[in-house]
């Protein structure tokens, strides 16, 4: 049986979570973060960063969640597919993929990241990831008119989920922008993804910036 190590508040966690959930792979759920010692120590071992999720099917380690969910996509086909099978629409794919993940994502963490060193968010800090969330988020908006959206979760979804729903914490999205306050939305009702937000609810003390109770 395939086993996933992460923690359930991760957000990159939840980007391998959600195409497990939404193809009813049978997998293992391996908490690390203080759980097994064994297990937090397979981790640090397993990529040269040392971070999860990390996915175990057989004898093959994938670590990164996007690749994770292409090594899904391969080994693990199910009912919902994860990318196009056209190479061109995979690439358009691949692309969202990598906008979430870096202009979203990787932006928000940046306050967690200073919140959790520093102890407190400086101005300079929340200034500029506010601006390039605003940015990126308008982006989207527009983007949102004419994404076709899919009656399943794709990658585009499993990388959407987990960066709208703690973007949004840190500087929440401007209540002009409909498209993407209403996907947001609707990516947090479907059943992969909700699941994962009830999951990681027992950890939201965590969050240093502090969780709001919206969600």
């Known amino acids: 049986m395939l086993k ?9 966690t939840w980007k391998a979570l959600i195409p497990l959930y939404a193809n009813a792979t049978p997998f293992e759920f391996r908490q690390v973060g203080g759980v097994n010692a064994d297990d937090d120590a397979f981790v640090q071992a397993a990529s040269p960063s040392g971070k999860f999720p990390v996915l175990v099917d057989g004898d093959k380690e994938v670590f990164e969640a996007t690749a994770i969910i292409e090594h899904l996509q391969i080994h693990q086909p199910g009912p919902s597919p994860l990318l196009p099978e056209d190479p061109a629409e995979a690439v358009q794919v691949r692309m969202l993929d990598r906008v979430f993940d870096n202009y979203v994502m990787g932006v928000m963490q940046e306050s967690v990241a200073e919140a959790i060193r ?26 949102l008119e004419n994404y076709d959206r899919p009656d399943h979760v794709t990658l585009i979804e499993c990388a959407a989920a987990p960066s709208l729903f703690y973007a949004d914490w840190v500087h929440r999205i401007p209540a002009d922008l409909a498209r993407l306050t209403a996907w947001r939305a609707h990516l947090l009702a ?20 502090g969780a709001p109770d919206r969600d």
């Open 118 to 143: 520093l102890g407190a968010l400086g101005p300079e800090t929340r200034s500029s990831v506010e601006q390039r969330l605003d940015r990126s988020y308008r982006w989207l908006d527009t983007w």
């Open 4 to 12: 996933l190590y992460g923690h359930p508040f991760s957000s990159y």
């Open 190 to 209: 479907l059943p992969p993804i909700a699941r994962c937000v009830e999951d990681a609810r027992p950890f939201r003390h965590y969050f240093p910036l």
